[in-house]
């Protein structure tokens, strides 16, 4: 799933305690959808969501 790989990609650019940053190259719009699927807080930060579809992944 291509969305999906994309958003695997943004939630690997997090740092040790959760906070999920947005490398430059415009992925504020990946990262806006996967706040809104879940796999982000409010406050930046991954969801246990975010987290097992990381560790499908292989993260």
Request: hydrophobic content about 35%.
């Amino acid at each position: 799933m291509r969305g999906e790989a994309r958003i695997v990609a943004l939630l690997r650019h997090h740092y040790g305690d959760g906070g999920v940053y947005v490398p430059q190259g415009g992925a504020r719009r990946v990262f806006l959808e996967a706040s809104r699927l879940g796999f982000v807080n409010e406050d930046g930060y991954l969801t246990r969501k975010g987290r097992e579809l990381l560790a499908q992944h292989g993260d």
